[in-house]
T-cell receptor, first 115, second 116 residues
């Protein structure tokens, strides 16, 4: 089954304690991205990757890091989480084949609370 | 970049009525316009999309129209049902072979509520 898998689904942590949210896709997609979803603000892109070892900032990258060492995995790293990073996070992947713009598949989401 | 505006932010309709959500975009180079539905507690999922070489696309009770000249596109849901209640996001994307390839620019979402 084609899917994007995020872990964990829920996470409560304390300010300053490093954490990683994992994301994996099994569709051989080139493009992967991370979004945060906050009420009234929609989906804002944090970071994206167009292929292995190619990553770049989205609209709200401050306080986040990513890596793309393998095509299927795209972890989101919060080195020193702060309460303003409390949010719902989604990983997504899509293919860049052909026309270049295709359906984005989203993970289940990670509800992060930083206290 | 690209700026996508979505209206309204909330929409309440009676079951059986139609619902229309409108989006505008700023970059005339955008050529792909998907709509995502996010049910409560779930992930966004694609429900319909349209490319700039067509003006309208239908799939059962949902349709999307695109006006390239005015740079706006709309989602139309007919004969609404309670299970249509969700947040709907529009998005735009362009075929730039540079850093924006694959990037989706989302609107802020519309909370649709369908009352029985």
């Amino acid at each position: 089954e084609a899917q994007v898998t995020q872990n964990p689904r829920y996470l409560i942590t304390v300010t300053g304690k490093k954490l990683t949210v994992t994301c994996s896709q099994n569709m051989n997609h080139e493009y992967m991205s991370w979004y945060r979803q906050d009420p009234g603000l929609g989906l804002r892109q944090i970071y994206y990757s167009m292929n292995v070892e190619v990553t770049d900032k989205g609209d709200v990258p401050e306080g986040y890091k990513v890596s793309r060492k393998e095509k299927r995995n795209f972890p989101l790293i919060l080195e020193s989480p702060s309460p303003n990073q409390t949010s719902l996070y989604f990983c997504a992947s899509s293919s860049l084949w052909g026309a270049g713009n295709t359906e984005a598949f989203f993970g289940q989401g990670t509800r992060l609370t930083v206290v | 970049g690209e700026n996508v505006e979505q209206h309204p932010s909330t929409l309440s309709v009676q079951e059986g009525d139609s619902a229309v959500i409108k989006c505008t975009y700023s970059d005339s180079a955008s050529n792909y316009f998907p709509w995502y539905k996010q049910e409560l507690g779930k992930r966004p999922q694609l429900i319909i999309d349209i490319r700039s070489n067509v003006g309208e696309k239908k799939d059962q009770r949902i349709a999307v129209t695109l006006n390239k000249t005015a740079k706006h596109f709309s989602l139309h849901i007919t004969e609404t049902q309670p299970e249509d209640s969700a947040v709907y996001f529009c998005a735009a994307s362009k075929p730039d072979r540079g850093s924006t390839l694959g990037r989706l620019y989302f609107g802020r979402g519309t909370q649709l509520t369908v009352w029985p």
